[in-house]
């Protein structure tokens, strides 16, 4: 079992960065692929970016390509976003995920989930 703690949310001016960490418990972090999900007020839950296990792929969701960047750190059990160029838009909570297969962009396919960090995005 992994447990997901994220952190480094909070409000920022439109066009600022942030960089959100999502640490894992256990010795097990390489053998799981990560995501980050993002969920607006009255929205589903939405795919942003997924991390393969050796950190060798990642994919993007077209909303945040060329402004977010996942990236891992298997030593340290912990997944990353950047989030640069942030837009009013972008204002959500944002979970990591844990699953255990190969980069997957369906929240039904992770089995575990921190508990959210919330961005907000001043205009």
């Known amino acids: 079992q992994v447990q997901l703690v994220e952190s480094g949310g909070g409000l920022v001016q439109a066009g600022g960065s942030l960089r959100l960490s999502c640490a894992a418990s256990?010795?097990?972090?390489?053998?799981?692929?990560m995501g980050w999900f993002r969920q607006a007020p009255g929205k589903e839950r939405e795919f942003v970016a997924a991390i393969s296990k050796s950190a060798l792929d990642a994919y993007y969701a077209d909303s945040v390509k060329g402004r977010f960047t996942i990236s891992r750190d298997n030593a340290k059990s912990t997944v990353f976003l950047q989030i640069d160029s942030l837009k009013p838009e972008d204002t959500a909570v944002y979970y990591c995920a844990a699953n255990r297969g190969s980069i997957v962009t369906t929240p039904q396919a992770y089995a575990y989930w921190g508990q959210g960090t919330q961005v907000t995005v001043s205009s």
């Open positions: 256990g010795r097990t972090f390489s053998s799981y692929a």
